[in-house]
């Protein structure tokens, strides 16, 4: 991240329709990708208000235009939804602030592009489950996210980056990186190598069923982190799904599977003590009884079967990518200590290992809530 007092917010902010007199802006949330503010300002009335600032990383998302639009156009079917039942959708979804020109983004002179949206209070994204209800609450929320888009025209989305979900493609970049192991890492991770080899069959198990039609493509969220769905302070209720840069056509599989990942984790993605990391069946429960109380009549009779492989695939994956930014240097994933992204890797095979112990139960679970 660009060190944040050497970016010039008073003049930034002047180039969007916010209301009020800038105060500040601070860094915020835990986000491995974007540079994420809260910036404050001062009403007429005296009182104050925030919005989201966000500089879009576009190393990773080559083209934040195209992206937007995505944005706007997924943000605007909802509001379209909630609007013609008359409800609110102020904290429903999320809100863009246009830029003077009336664009959804501003590029400065350094080609750093920059976004703003309202900014949701009295809600707030957790890090790790607090209490029982968090994951059916988050669970539900996806669900209903995807139910929201399920008549939404998938072709009309830009695809933002080209196989985020295609495990067995990770795969393939994950060897490249062992064999040029250009920093010299891949010794000091034979287990971890292992690991990945003994399960490379795997990995296109998802894929080689949606090419051959077996399972729908759906308009997904892709990145469906425990951190990206706003839980409401009052009602615990998963009010809002954020970080949108990743909604595109994808399966029902990756977003299920990838928010068990992150959510039934009772310690933190990139926790040292590995022992107490584990993908927690009481955890996996409430999600998959959220999830399937708002998707059960839409999803098809495969695709509830696979949930637990939509959980094993997005977890290995996931684990793949970090030990493949390790292995190339850190170049992806923002990292705060040496090692990071090794650790993180760490996590997500300890949670691998226990999904394949908790098969059977797994299994049994989605045929409760089914
Ligand atoms: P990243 O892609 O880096 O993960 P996010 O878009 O998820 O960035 O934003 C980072 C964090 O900022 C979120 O986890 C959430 O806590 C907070 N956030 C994002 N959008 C809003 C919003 N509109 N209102 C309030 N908080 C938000
Ligand atoms: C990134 O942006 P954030 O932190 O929500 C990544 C996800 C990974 C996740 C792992 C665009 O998500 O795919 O699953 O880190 N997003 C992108 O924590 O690569
Ligand atoms: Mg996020």
């Known amino acids: 991240m660009t060190n944040y007092t050497d970016i010039d917010f008073l003049q ?17 949330g835990f986000g491995h990708i974007n540079d994420t503010y809260a910036a404050s300002f001062k009403k007429a009335d005296g009182s104050s208000h925030r919005y989201i600032l966000q500089r879009i990383n576009n190393n990773i998302f080559k083209n934040p235009e195209q992206l937007m639009n995505n944005i706007e156009l ?3 079917h909802i509001k379209q939804k909630f609007a013609s039942k008359g409800a609110d959708y102020s904290r429903q979804t999320l809100n863009i602030i246009y830029t003077n020109s009336g664009k959804s983004y501003f590029k400065t002179n350094e080609d750093k592009y920059w976004r703003a949206y309202v900014f949701i209070e009295g809600a707030r994204t957790y890090q790790i489950v607090e209490n029982e209800n968090h994951l059916y609450n988050a669970g539900n929320a996806f ?29 393939s970049a994950f060897m490249d990186a062992v064999n040029a192991d250009s920093c010299n890492r891949a010794s000091g991770v034979k287990a971890e190598i292992d690991f990945v080899n003994k399960r490379a069959q795997e990995t296109v198990k998802i894929t080689e069923l949606l090419e051959n039609n077996k399972l729908p493509v759906r308009v997904t969220h892709n990145d469906t982190k425990f951190n990206n769905v706003m839980i409401d302070d009052v009602t615990g209720e998963g009010i809002c799904v954020v970080d949108l840069d990743t909604v595109m056509p994808g399966s029902s ?3 299920f599977g990838d928010a068990i990942r992150s959510g039934t984790n009772p310690a933190d993605e990139d926790e040292k003590e590995l022992s107490k990391v584990c993908m927690d069946l009481r955890l996996f429960e409430n999600y998959t009884r959220g999830y399937l109380d708002a998707t059960r009549n839409v999803l098809t009779p495969l695709e509830i079967d696979l949930l637990p492989l939509g959980a094993k695939l997005m977890t290995l994956e996931c684990g793949i990518r970090f030990l493949t930014d390790y292995l190339n240097g850190d170049v992806y994933f923002k990292i705060h200590r040496d090692g990071h992204n090794l650790d993180r890797c760490r996590t997500q095979f300890k949670m691998v290992e226990d999904i394949e112990n908790k098969w059977v139960e797994m299994k049994e679970i989605v045929e409760k809530y089914r």
């Open 143 to 171: 669900g209903k996210f995807q139910n929201l888009l399920s008549d939404f025209e998938a072709g009309s989305l830009y695809e933002v980056i080209p196989d985020f979900h295609n495990t067995g493609k990770r795969y």
């Open 12 to 28: 930034l902010v002047g180039n969007f329709r916010f209301e009020g007199e800038f105060i500040g802006a601070v860094p915020y």
């Open 253 to 255: 599989l990756y977003d």
């Open 74 to 76: 997924v943000t605007g």
